[in-house]
């Protein structure tokens, strides 16, 4: 059974501005945007809280975007990140350099985040991960940083069934069990004697944006499912600028074997130890000092 979004009308034809959280100065003179996961129910950017303090401290202003608040019923993950780069493009930078889908506007109607610049740092968790490479082919963000947390730059047959096995229990166990199988295969190490249990919801979050299950089983299964066959490989070897990609050690989902890099070199892959599929989470202090060596933050 696939799920189908409960709202395929106006709450996806229109492609409204998407749901975000700015952390840091308005006023600095740097911009780093963030692609959150898969989230049944947006949580206001809460994910990314615990390793945002390098990004601050080197001078940017943060914006934290729900990824999946620019879908509409249909999409791959083509069309998902052709909405994202037009959203995203400075004035003028389009898809590719040149102009957006429809005579230069922004792809269904969204107006984009500046008119002057492109984003210095763009960040991408799991499925943000994914749409961040892809959007590497536009030469507007040739000269930014990537950093990729998690996110699968490839998708195997192994990544494929996982995704599709969590995805397809949503509609045959319900959203609840779908995220204990979720669960099951992104937690850390540490929380292996399941003594920790699963995220909550934001309840904020599900009073605004997601109110009834069928939604947010909806973003959850359709979510999952845009990553099938998943493939950057080429505009990651493309990327002139620096790169890296943080993933955890102990990962059961997206593992090294699904990250690549290319020939420059400023390309880099860090493991964090004693992780999983939330290093951010699992090792924050180690994912931080990372992030902070990356962007050249660290004193010497």
């Known amino acids: 059974m696939t799920l189908r979004s409960p709202h395929p009308g106006p709450a ?3 492609a409204p501005d998407p749901a975000r ?3 840091g100065d308005s006023g600095a003179p740097r911009h780093a945007v963030v692609l959150a996961p898969v989230m049944p129910r947006w949580d206001e950017g809460a994910f990314f809280r615990q ?7 080197s001078g940017h202003r ?3 975007y729900d990824t999946l608040s620019l879908l509409r019923d249909g999409d791959d993950l083509k069309a998902l990140v052709d909405r994202w780069a037009g959203y995203l493009a400075p004035e003028g930078g389009g898809l590719h350099g040149g102009t957006a889908e429809g005579g230069g506007s922004h792809v269904g109607g969204s107006r984009g985040t500046s008119a002057a610049a492109a984003p210095d740092v763009l960040v991408g968790n799991a499925l943000g991960g994914a749409v961040v490479q892809a959007l590497l082919t536009c030469e507007w963000t040739h000269r930014a940083r990537a950093l990729l947390l998690s996110g699968p730059t490839v ?3 192994e990544l494929n069934a996982k995704l599709e096995g969590i995805a397809a229990a949503v509609g045959t166990q319900g959203l609840s069990a779908a995220l204990r199988l979720l669960e099951e295969v992104v937690r850390g190490p540490a929380r292996q004697s399941g003594t920790v249990q699963p995220p909550r919801d934001n309840p904020k979050a599900a009073q605004n944006l997601a109110p009834d299950e069928e939604l947010a089983g909806w973003r959850l299964s359709t979510g999952l499912r845009l990553l099938h066959d998943a493939d950057a490989r080429q505009p990651v070897r493309d990327f002139p600028g620096p790169l890296l990609h943080v993933y955890g050690e102990q990962s059961l989902l997206v593992q090294r074997r699904h990250l690549a890099t290319g020939h420059c070199p ?3 892959l860090v493991g964090i130890p004693e992780a999983g599929m939330r290093p951010h989470a699992d090792q924050p202090a180690l994912t931080r000092a990372t992030i902070a060596r990356f962007l050249g933050a660290e004193k010497s």
């Open 62 to 64: 943060i914006t934290i």
């Open 12 to 14: 996806r034809a229109a």
């Open 155 to 157: 998708a195997d047959d």
């Open 21 to 23: 959280a700015v952390l």
């Open 51 to 57: 390793v945002a303090e390098p990004l601050l401290a």
């Open 266 to 268: 400023q390309h880099h």
